[in-house]
């Protein structure tokens, strides 16, 4: 039998077979917190669960993002569609 190194994620607990991708992931809720905490203190009345999907949709994104904020806004676009909406009403859902 062979042995297989795997991966967890202490944040939500998802398994990766790849160090790097599980690192990578990491590092991208990380941010997705962060971006949650920002917009929870910014923006009053904002609920949680949509607050945290929008900071997951953020960090799922960022590098479109970066280039909106580089003068690019039209890469935006790109988020809008049905399936970037499926997974935030998922994410509020749940």
Partial sequence: MAVVAIWQCDRDGSMF??????????KMLELAEQF????????????????????????????LVAQA????????????????VTNIEQAKAS
């Fill in 36 to 63: 949650t905490q920002l917009l929870e203190s910014q923006i009053k009345g904002v609920d949680e669960k949509s607050a945290e999907a929008f900071g997951l949709l953020l960090a799922k994104n960022k590098e």
């Fill in 69 to 84: 904020c580089k003068g690019r806004p039209d890469v935006l676009e790109q988020i809008l569609s049905p399936t970037s």
């Fill in 17 to 26: 077979e790849d160090k790097k991708e599980a690192d990578a992931y990491d």
